[in-house]
């Protein structure tokens, strides 16, 4: 049997549900379909530049975020050894791009989104598929465990193995291993002062920072083939890699569990998609432009994407001219980061350390360009309720 609604997320994740807090906005009837039993988030925390709160301040929900998250900035990059390359304040980035760079975990920012949505909007254990994108005459069909569903707008935001990217793209490629495992952890670590800081090895970074609910979010990369896993344990495999580096990241370790590590290899997309639309459904997040994560811009990219997938969504043509461009420049210049900050050559990593010193000496605004383009991004509009009409 065959149910209409008007509009349709699939994934509950923060795309997910900021597209759909942002389609409420504008008047959209909105059902998001998650296939996962809870909206508990993969991952530990999440940075937030200036380019994302703004459009947080477009669902209404900016300030209280702000108002959770720790400001990061005030540290800096180390070596292993401990020494500073580079020192960052976290006034000179808010001054520059006009608000603060903050962290705090991903739950929260879940929670606080889900909040935003009527009662019912969201339903977990609900694997869904597109099977018809629909077009100008025809609405879009997407299939559940529970029947068929009809809808005027579908918003595929499943993550970077997108089922619903395959559905209207079967010939794209598809994700790919970007070279290198990501572990990270969130704990409390008692006892323990520190600045924030990431720090650059041979093949390898490591970076801690405070959130400001008094727990420490430390993440570590390395270059690893894709599927490998420890022999032991993950924090075993932590301690081989990271416990002769620099404090405070040996007492991180120490504090952690090994249930407390959490380890997944980085895809990205390396093949740009030829849009982000197709017929009555879009994409967003890691399904349309999934990056590695060494500028801290995918999940941020997903909330600019949401804002204004919920700006065009009577034209789904204009919201991939609006991203496609944008999210490409900010996905390339990722993979280049991490080329540069996972050099595994000694030489390289010499040069590399040399060059990033020699930058910060020149003063913290020439550090901070590489945001430039980036964290200054404004959204299309100021609140989501002035469009509603228009949109409907």
Same mark, same amino acid.
């Not at 929260?108 to 254990?125: H, I, M, N, Q, W």
């Not at 416990?243 to 569990?257: N, T």
């Not at 997040?285 to 590695?292: I, L, N, Q, R, S």
């Given at each position: 049997m065959t149910?209409?609604?008007?509009? *349709?997320?699939?994934?509950?994740?923060?795309?997910?549900?900021?597209?759909?807090a942002a389609l409420d906005r504008q008047g959209w009837e909105v059902?998001?379909?998650?296939?996962?039993?809870?909206?508990?988030?993969?991952? =530990?925390? *999440?940075?937030? =530049?200036?380019?994302? &709160?703004?459009?947080?301040?477009?669902?209404?929900?900016? %300030?209280?975020i702000r108002d959770l998250a720790a400001w990061q900035g005030d540290g800096g990059l180390r070596t292993p050894a401990g020494r500073w390359l580079v020192r960052t304040s976290a006034a000179a980035a808010a001054a520059r791009f006009g608000g603060p760079l903050v962290l705090l975990a991903r739950a929260t920012l879940v929670d606080r989104l889900a909040a935003l949505l009527p009662a019912g909007t969201v339903r977990t254990a609900a694997a869904a598929s597109v099977t018809d994108p629909g077009g100008r005459a025809r609405p879009a069909r997407v299939t559940t465990?529970?029947?068929?569903?009809?809808?005027?707008?579908?918003?595929?935001?499943?993550?970077?193995?997108?089922? =619903?990217?395959? =559905?209207l793209f079967p010939a794209h490629p598809g994700a790919v291993y970007a070279g290198f495992t990501t572990w990270r952890v969130l704990i409390p670590v008692p006892g323990v002062e520190f600045?924030? +800081?990431?720090?650059?090895?041979?093949? +390898?970074?490591?970076?801690? +920072?405070?959130?400001k609910d008094g727990r420490v979010y430390a993440y570590a990369a390395a270059r690893t083939p894709a599927?490998?896993?420890?022999?032991?344990?993950?924090?075993?495999? &932590? &301690?081989r890699r990271y416990?002769?580096?620099?404090?405070?990241?040996?007492?991180?370790?120490?504090?952690? !569990?090994?249930? /407390?590590?959490?380890?997944?290899?980085?895809? +990205?997309?390396?093949?740009?998609?030829?849009?982000?639309?197709?017929?009555?459904?879009?994409?967003?997040? /890691?399904?349309?432009?999934?990056?590695?994560?060494?500028?801290?811009?995918g999940g941020n990219q997903a909330i600019e994407d949401a804002v204004v997938l919920a700006h065009h969504?009577?034209?789904?043509?204009?919201?991939?001219?609006?991203?496609?461009?944008?999210?490409?420049?900010?996905?390339?210049?990722?993979?280049?980061?991490?080329?540069?900050?996972?050099?595994?050559?000694?030489?390289?990593?010499?040069? !590399?350390?040399?060059?990033?010193?020699?930058?910060?000496?020149a003063g913290p605004?020439?550090?901070?360009?590489?945001? /430039?383009?980036?964290? %200054?991004?404004r959204p299309p509009y100021a609140s989501g309720k002035e469009h509603a009409g228009e949109q409907r």
């Amino acid at each position: 049997m065959t149910r209409r609604v008007r509009a *349709i997320v699939i994934g509950g994740g923060i795309g997910g549900l900021a597209a759909a807090a942002a389609l409420d906005r504008q008047g959209w009837e909105v059902t998001v379909l998650e296939r996962a039993p809870s909206l508990e988030p993969v991952g =530990a925390a *999440i940075s937030l =530049a200036p380019n994302a &709160l703004r459009a947080l301040d477009v669902l209404g929900v900016g %300030d209280e975020i702000r108002d959770l998250a720790a400001w990061q900035g005030d540290g800096g990059l180390r070596t292993p050894a401990g020494r500073w390359l580079v020192r960052t304040s976290a006034a000179a980035a808010a001054a520059r791009f006009g608000g603060p760079l903050v962290l705090l975990a991903r739950a929260t920012l879940v929670d606080r989104l889900a909040a935003l949505l009527p009662a019912g909007t969201v339903r977990t254990a609900a694997a869904a598929s597109v099977t018809d994108p629909g077009g100008r005459a025809r609405p879009a069909r997407v299939t559940t465990a529970e029947g068929e569903l009809e809808a005027e707008l579908v918003v595929g935001a499943d993550g970077v193995n997108s089922r =619903a990217r395959t =559905a209207l793209f079967p010939a794209h490629p598809g994700a790919v291993y970007a070279g290198f495992t990501t572990w990270r952890v969130l704990i409390p670590v008692p006892g323990v002062e520190f600045a924030s +800081h990431e720090t650059w090895g041979r093949g +390898h970074i490591w970076g801690t +920072h405070p959130l400001k609910d008094g727990r420490v979010y430390a993440y570590a990369a390395a270059r690893t083939p894709a599927g490998e896993r420890a022999p032991d344990d993950e924090k075993a495999e &932590l &301690l081989r890699r990271y416990g002769h580096w620099h404090d405070p990241v040996p007492a991180v370790l120490a504090a952690a !569990r090994p249930a /407390d590590v959490l380890r997944h290899d980085v895809h +990205h997309i390396a093949e740009p998609l030829p849009a982000y639309h197709r017929g009555r459904v879009a994409l967003l997040g /890691d399904a349309a432009h999934a990056m590695p994560p060494t500028l801290g811009q995918g999940g941020n990219q997903a909330i600019e994407d949401a804002v204004v997938l919920a700006h065009h969504s009577r034209d789904l043509p204009a919201y991939t001219g609006a991203r496609l461009a944008r999210t490409t420049a900010v996905a390339r210049r990722a993979v280049r980061v991490a080329r540069l900050n996972m050099a595994g050559n000694r030489a390289a990593v010499a040069l !590399r350390d040399t060059a990033v010193a020699a930058l910060s000496k020149a003063g913290p605004a020439l550090f901070l360009r590489g945001f /430039d383009g980036i964290a %200054d991004w404004r959204p299309p509009y100021a609140s989501g309720k002035e469009h509603a009409g228009e949109q409907r």
